[in-house]
């Protein structure tokens, strides 16, 4: 009898992921949101630092006046958005890469070794549970997994025999706990080029490839999501994991849209997935009352697609590093 697979991750890795989702996670993702999006709902406005006092309350105001304008504050965000991200950095850091890796196992039917799910001092792929040997839990099923470049970090400055399975653990928590660091820098990049090409102009570059300001960025967007994937993983459950969020985050957006949570600004707002015409938008047309309403005029932003597809990227990362580091405790 197949056992079923364990896809929640245990309770110190959701716990920590939760943590730095709803720590980390609205700091990295203040990097571009002023450019793309207002909030309706609990806002969070911490004004950048000001080195020069105005003389008088008219100076105050205009002073007031031009920081709104420009949007120029150290961090944006909102108190919804603290705990939206916990939950998302446990389901694509935890929840996802699971449910991706039992489809490609089942796909590619591989079956796991009946003595080794039986036997306790063997390796429990999903589960985790403690046993006598230390070299179990999830982590381990993507030691051998992982093909990229930076799996290397796993070897600086550590010595370890050859059949010591104790320093071989702490290698590869070592390896994990580089990876997700250089992955969580390398995401903030990525939000923050979606902010450079949000504001600035790419002329040149539109010019030359024949195609419109939002589809290059997009392409660009999509690009830099690839390299990062390529470079820190290369495995094809997190490349599923991140493709599934950079189409399912947006539209998971809308509800909140449509409550007044936050709105994209109208330069942002390129993408209306409910609209006459468009597969979704009949769909729920077939259900909405009247068949028509302002849920067609629900605009999201194209290029938050890509930024979805790096912070998963990252949440991944970050959960292999907790399971890795828990497995060695």
Same mark, same amino acid.
């Given at each position: ?56 309350? +008219? ?26 991200? @916990? ?10 890469? !699971? ?41 381990? !099923? ?45 995401? +903030? ?14 002329? %040149? ?21 690839? %390299? ?5 993983? @290369?495995?094809? +459950? ?29 330069? %942002? ?20 009352? @009247? ?13 938050? @697609? ?9 949440? &991944? %990362?970050?959960? !292999? ?6 497995? &060695?405790?």
């Amino acid at each position: 009898m197949k056992v079923l697979p364990q896809i929640l991750p245990r309770a110190t890795t959701s716990s920590k992921l939760f943590i730095t989702g709803a720590t980390v996670g609205p700091v990295v993702d203040s990097l571009h949101n002023q450019c793309l999006l207002t909030y309706g709902i609990a806002p969070i406005s911490i004004p950048w630092p000001s080195f020069t006092m105005p003389t008088d309350a +008219a100076a105050a105001a205009a002073a007031a006046s031009d920081a709104t304008v420009t949007s120029s504050y150290l961090f944006c965000s909102s108190w919804l958005v603290p705990p939206l991200l @916990g939950v998302a950095y446990v389901v694509l850091g935890g929840v996802l890469p !699971r449910l991706m890796q039992i489809l490609i196992d089942n796909v590619s039917n591989v079956n796991d070794d009946a003595s080794t799910i039986s036997n306790n001092n063997d390796i429990n792929t999903f589960t985790g549970n403690k046993t006598k040997d230390t070299r179990k839990g999830f982590f381990l !099923r993507w030691k051998d997994k992982l093909s990229s470049p930076l799996q290397k970090l796993s070897k600086i400055n550590i010595k370890i025999e050859e059949n010591n399975n104790d320093g071989e653990n702490r290698q590869y928590q070592t390896g994990m706990r580089n990876r997700a660091l250089v992955a969580v820098l390398s995401t +903030a990049l990525i939000i923050k080029l979606s902010e450079f090409l949000e504001t600035q102009q790419l002329d %040149a570059f539109v010019t030359n490839t024949n195609l419109d300001i939002g589809m290059s960025n997009l392409i660009i967007m999509l690009f830099a999501a690839l %390299a990062q994937w390529a470079t820190l993983d @290369g495995t094809i +459950a997190a490349l599923l994991a991140a493709t599934v969020t950079s189409i399912g985050g947006p539209l998971s957006e809308l509800p909140f849209v449509a409550s007044g949570c936050w709105s994209y600004l109208p330069e %942002a707002a390129d993408y209306l997935p409910l609209s006459q015409g468009t597969a979704l938008g009949d769909i729920v047309g077939i259900f909405a009352s @009247g068949g028509g309403g302002d849920y067609r005029d629900l605009a999201l932003s194209s290029i938050t @697609g890509p930024c979805y597809f790096a912070v998963t990227m990252d949440a &991944i %990362a970050l959960g !292999r590093w907790f399971d890795a580091d828990d497995d &060695i405790m």
